[in-house]
């Protein structure tokens, strides 16, 4: 990831927070802006286009935020990746800008593994169990692996809590032929 993303996610970040701005709010609208975004291959061609001045991009801009209804503060960035010539990388500066109010939210990413599909109750009891071993909120996201047998593994940064059956197994053949 280059290093500007990150100043101009870390930036929006101070100024959503500093405006006190709903965050749930402003990440809906960035959604809704991404999925137009990835959706129009003639808009990305169009914003990436160097030939075509700032100015007039940034009035396309503006006539889709009449249907898309951006705060100020999120037309401002997507305004100000256009004319830094940017715009490009707008999935990239919206993904670090979320990482960044996560952690400032003291929220943490987790990925939980499971070697079959669980229902509501299971995961949010799940998660409530790794939110007390993270000692914070856990935003979890779920994968199946049915290569693990049972149990589950959870990542939660660098860390992996490995309690599935294959990760018993593995220890203990490495335990039986070690001793």
């Known amino acids: 990831m280059p290093a500007f993303v990150v100043r101009y996610a870390t930036a929006f970040a101070e100024v959503v927070t500093a405006a006190k701005l709903d965050t749930a709010a402003i990440d809906r609208q960035l959604t809704d802006f991404l999925a137009t975004w990835d959706g129009s291959r003639e808009l990305r061609e169009f914003f990436i286009n160097p030939a075509i001045p700032a100015a007039e991009k940034i ?30 990388h707008v999935s990239e500066v919206a993904a670090a800008y979320r990482s960044i109010l996560q952690e400032q939210l003291g929220i943490r990413p987790a990925e939980i593994t499971t070697a079959r599909e669980l229902g509501k109750e299971e995961r949010d009891r799940l998660v409530a169990e790794v939110a007390k071993l993270a000692g914070a909120r856990i935003d979890a996201s779920f994968k199946l692996d049915e290569s693990i047998l049972g149990g589950t593994v959870v990542r939660i940064g660098s860390t992996v809590y490995d309690g599935s059956v294959r990760g018993r197994l593995e220890r203990l053949k490495e335990a039986l032929t070690a001793g």
């Not at 503060?73 to 830094?84: K, S």
């Open 59 to 88: 009035e396309i801009l503006d006539k889709l935020n009449a249907k898309l209804g951006l705060k100020k503060e999120l037309r401002n960035l997507i305004a100000v990746l256009i004319h830094n010539d940017r715009i490009g």
